[in-house]
């Protein structure tokens, strides 16, 4: 299946480009006066002011997205941090009012800036951060990508998802050494192994409200899986909120040794896959929080001291430009102690910039951790 930019995935008409319905514009309207008056911190309700929504509600691109279909999420999670999703790859040119204020907000990348050439820099530059195993459980670092000819999640169609699926899965088994491993479809996967893999922190879960509300989990779970090798230390997610979330994890604080292992995955993968790149984003990705070196590099760390104040561990994670998530990945809470630490940033750096910031940050809160009383 060629994937048609004329024929419209969601009403499976051949909407093309034009105006938003009537009836699109009158659910914004709604909603719009629901998300002013209620208490979101979101940055959605931080940059969509009256004027921009006027001058946007009426768009729509040639794959049938609409206002709507980015900003949904938001509407519907007050508690959502960011709010928007580009629902395909136009949205962030033809809704840049909204999106260009929440890319910088978020990343410090302004309307003039563009993300630099991939430059993974020598990989041999970050250490074990802990070596003693007294704080890091675990590293994992990943990166989102796009596979030139297919749109992002909600215009996928379920013939989309069969394709893409087979053509990463055939590369995926071409791999070897390291990185050679099995792919395990999430369509028969049974509910107790996904749960033990989602429990182990390797498998996405299921049923996120926000990619929900964003369309995003449209024919699930076709299309879906996991691929890993024997160790667990190379995994890709096929098709969960990107088309690839390629990622290296394992036990412990060495960096170096999981960012060279990354690397390494991705520069064979680039071999015989076509990922989208823009020239001002770099990596196109569907949140706009992932776009340019996609990367999001974290240790799952125990800071007893500086956790006791979740305030000041969030005021010195936003020093270093980290962030703080729980144990369980976005929007979950800390277990026993384990807080996910990782750079905020990702656009506007170049990969070796973003690993060399949170290589950096974790050393000093390292350091502010053992010098706490
Ligand atoms: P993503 O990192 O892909 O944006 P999440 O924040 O939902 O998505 O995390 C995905 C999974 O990866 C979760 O199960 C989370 O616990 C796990 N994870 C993240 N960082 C680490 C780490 N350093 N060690 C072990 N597991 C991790
Ligand atoms: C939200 O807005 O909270 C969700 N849509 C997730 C946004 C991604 N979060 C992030 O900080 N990387």
Redesign the pocket.
């Known amino acids: 299946m060629s994937l048609s930019k004329s024929k419209c995935t969601r009403c499976e008409e051949s909407c093309g480009k034009g105006k938003a319905s009537v009836d699109v514009i009158r659910k914004l309207e709604a909603a719009f006066d629901k998300l002013a008056s209620s208490n979101s911190t ?3 309700k931080r940059y969509l002011t009256r004027t921009i929504f006027d001058d946007l509600k009426t768009r729509k691109t040639s794959f049938g997205s609409t206002l709507l279909d980015c900003i949904q ?2 509407l519907e ?1 007050f ?7 580009a629902a395909d790859p136009e949205c962030y040119s033809l809704f840049a009012e909204l999106f260009d204020p929440i890319i910088e907000a ?1 990343h410090g990348f302004k309307k003039s800036d563009r993300q630099p050439p991939t430059a993974w820099g020598p990989v041999d530059t970050f250490a074990n951060l802990d070596p003693k195993d007294e704080y890091i459980v675990s590293t994992r670092i990943r990166c989102c990508r796009t596979v030139k000819g297919y749109p992002f999640n909600p215009c996928m169609a379920a013939d989309h998802y069969r394709e893409i699926e087979r053509q990463i899965v055939s590369v995926l088994n071409e791999l070897s050494g390291e990185y050679r491993g099995i792919y395990h479809p999430l369509t028969g996967m049974p509910k107790d192994v996904q749960q033990n893999l989602i429990d182990s922190h390797y498998l996405f879960k299921e049923g996120d409200r ?2 929900q509300s ?1 369309n995003a989990c449209r024919h699930w779970p076709t299309g879906r899986g996991i691929f890993f090798n024997d160790k667990k230390t190379f995994l890709v997610w096929v098709c969960e909120e990107d088309h690839l979330r390629i990622m290296c994890m394992q036990p412990g604080g060495n960096v170096g040794e999981v960012y060279r292992r990354l690397v390494g995955a991705v520069t064979e993968l680039e071999k015989k896959l076509t990922f989208i790149r823009s020239d001002r984003f770099g990596y196109v990705t569907f ?1 706009p ?2 776009l340019g070196t996609t990367i ?1 590099a974290s240790v799952h760390i125990k800071l007893p001291k500086l956790a006791s104040n979740m305030d000041k561990l969030k005021n010195l994670a936003e020093k270093y430009h980290l ?1 703080v998530r729980g144990t369980a990945g ?2 979950t809470e800390s277990e026993g102690g384990v807080y996910d630490l990782s750079n ?1 940033r990702r656009l506007g750096l170049t990969e070796h910039e973003v690993m060399k910031e949170m290589y950096t940050g974790i050393s000093e809160i390292l350091k502010h951790e053992k010098s706490a009383k």
């Open positions: 979101s940055l959605l999420s938001g999670n508690d959502s941090s960011i709010g928007v999703y978020y926000f990619l964003a949140c929080t992932n999001r962030q976005e929007h905020k």
